[in-house]
C-alpha cells in the first residue's frame, strides 16, 4: 500500500513518537500521563506535581526517537557510536556522563542473572555487533536478539532499557518495518519474557517482539481504512455473530488480531472476517 499519503504518514509518525515515549517511560516508573506526554511534547507546558527528572525522560526520549529516525535515513549501522548516542540523548542532564560505557560493576534487583563485569563491556558489545551484521535470522528475531543483548549486557549504568527499545526500533525501521511500542500495560509479560531469555529460553521474547511488529502494522493498516479501519469491539459486535465480551476475549487470547487504544480493545473488519472464516462460523 505505500506510499501512503503525506498527510497519515506525517500522523503516525506523530502518535508512534508520542505512544514510544510515554510506554518506554512509563515501563521504567516515570509517572506521566499519556496526555501530560503529550501536553510537554507539543506544547512545552510544565506539569505540576512532576519531577524535572520525569519531565526530562520525556523531552530526552521523543528527541532519541527523531534521532534514531535521522539514523535509519542515513543508513547508519548499529555500532558503539550510535548506541552511545542514543544513550547520550536519552540521558542528557539526566546522567553525569551520558553516552559512557559504565566503569563499574552493577546489581539489578530480581534479575536471574547479574550483569557482566564491566571491563568486559566493549568486547562483548563487540560480539553483539559481529552476530547482528552476520546474523541468518529474519529481522524480528534478530531484532530480539539485539534487545536482549544489549539488556543483558547493561553497558550503561542507567537507561538501557530505554536504549535497548529505540536500538529495536532503529533496526526494525531500518528494515522496512513500522516502529513498535511495549507498552506499559504488557510490562509483566516483558520483563518475564526476557527472564525466559535469560534461562537460555529466547522464543518467549521473540514473540513478544513479534507481536508487537503486528500491532504496529495493524496500526499502520488502519490508517488506509476501508476493512483495515480500527474499530471498538463494541461496533464490530454488531456486525458479527458474536458478543462484545466475547470478542475481548478473543483479542486476549490472541485469536482475533486486535490492538488496545486507551484500554479499549480494537479491531478490522477485515479481522473479524479472518477469524469467522477461520472457525467456519
Known amino acids: 500500500m505505500r506510499p501512503l499519503p503525506k498527510d497519515v504518514v506525517k500522523r503516525l509518525r506523530e502518535e508512534l513518537r508520542l505512544l514510544h515515549t510515554y510506554h518506554s517511560n512509563a515501563i521504567e516508573g516515570n509517572t506521566l500521563t499519556l496526555q501530560e506526554t503529550k501536553l510537554i511534547l507539543e506544547q512545552g507546558i510544565t506539569i505540576g506535581g512532576k519531577s524535572l527528572h520525569e519531565h526530562l525522560e520525556a523531552t530526552n526520549t521523543a528527541e532519541a526517537y527523531e ?7 542515513g543508513k547508519r549501522h548499529v555500532a558503539h557510536e550510535t548506541i552511545q548516542e542514543i544513550h547520550a540523548i536519552v540521558t542528557r542532564s539526566i546522567l553525569t556522563e551520558p553516552g559512557k560505557y559504565r566503569v563499574t560493576n552493577v546489581r539489578i534487583v530480581g534479575a536471574i542473572k547479574t550483569p557482566p563485569d564491566y571491563t ?3 568486547n562483548l558489545m563487540d560480539e553483539l555487533f559481529e552476530t547482528l551484521k552476520k546474523s541468518k535470522y529474519g529481522p524480528i528475531s534478530t531484532a ?5 543483548g544489549v539488556v543483558a549486557i547493561h553497558p550503561f549504568i542507567d537507561g538501557n532499557g530505554r536504549v535497548a527499545r529505540l536500538i529495536t526500533n532503529l533496526y526494525l525501521m531500518q528494515h522496512g518495518y513500522p516502529p513498535i511500542v511495549l507498552r506499559k500495560e504488557n510490562r509483566k509479560k516483558y520483563y518475564g519474557a526476557l527472564k525466559k531469555a535469560d534461562q537460555n529460553d529466547p522464543d518467549p521474547f521473540i514473540n513478544f ?9 495493524t496500526f ?12 471498538p469491539l463494541g461496533v464490530l459486535a454488531k456486525e458479527s455473530p458474536y458478543s462484545q465480551e466475547y470478542l475481548s476475549l478473543l483479542a486476549r487470547q490472541d485469536k482475533l ?5 486507551n484500554g479499549i480493545w480494537h479491531a478490522s473488519r477485515r479481522a473479524l472476517k479472518q477469524y469467522i472464516d477461520s472457525v467456519g462460523a
Do not use: N, T
Open 67 to 73: 534521532f534514531i529516525e535521522d539514523l535509519v535515513k
Open 120 to 122: 568486559k563491556v566493549v
Open 144 to 148: 530480539a536478539s539485539l534487545h536482549y
Open 257 to 261: 488480531d486486535a490492538i488496545k487504544i
Open 209 to 217: 517482539i513479534a507481536k508487537a511488529v503486528d500491532e504496529s502494522l
Open 220 to 231: 499502520y493498516l488502519s490508517a488506509v481504512g476501508g476493512d483495515d479501519e480500527l474499530l
